[in-house]
Nanobody
Framework: QVQLVESGGGLVLAGGSLRLSCAVS????????VGWYRQPPGKQREMVAA???????NYADSVKGRFTISRDNAKSTVYLQMNSLKPEDTADYYC?????????WGQGTQVTVSS
């Protein structure tokens, strides 16, 4: 059974920082693709950041230089460090793990950035 639980969201002023965490059940973080999507209110979901099974990190252009994705295999946790937050970053954030061509998603954590 694959379960993901996001945490760390909240309210922050523009320019501030948040660190999101995604606890993943099982020992699958290191071997599989993981990442983060977000969905702003009333808008489509968009990719934020990802780590491929080979360890390559990819970021959306809108967050490059501000966000950092990482993982801790021992803790089976994926992180998203978000710095220099902007109101445009306001969204529900979801982490995922890709396991044998199937994406497993958490229930999300809400991030609100006030100007």
């Amino acid at each position: 059974q694959v379960q993901l639980v996001e945490s760390g969201g909240g309210l922050v002023l523009a320019g501030g920082s948040l660190r999101l965490s995604c606890a993943v059940s099982g020992s699958i973080v290191s071997n599989n693709g993981v990442g983060w999507y977000r969905q702003p209110p009333g808008k489509q979901r968009e990719m934020v950041a990802a780590i491929t099974p080979g360890g390559i990190k990819n970021y959306a252009d809108s967050v490059k230089g501000r966000f950092t994705i990482s993982r801790d295999n021992a803790k089976s946790t994926v992180y998203l460090q978000m710095n220099s937050l902007k109101p445009e970053d306001t969204a529900d954030y979801y982490c995922y793990v890709r396991l044998w061509s199937v994406n497993y998603w958490g229930q999300g954590t809400q991030v609100t950035v006030s100007s």
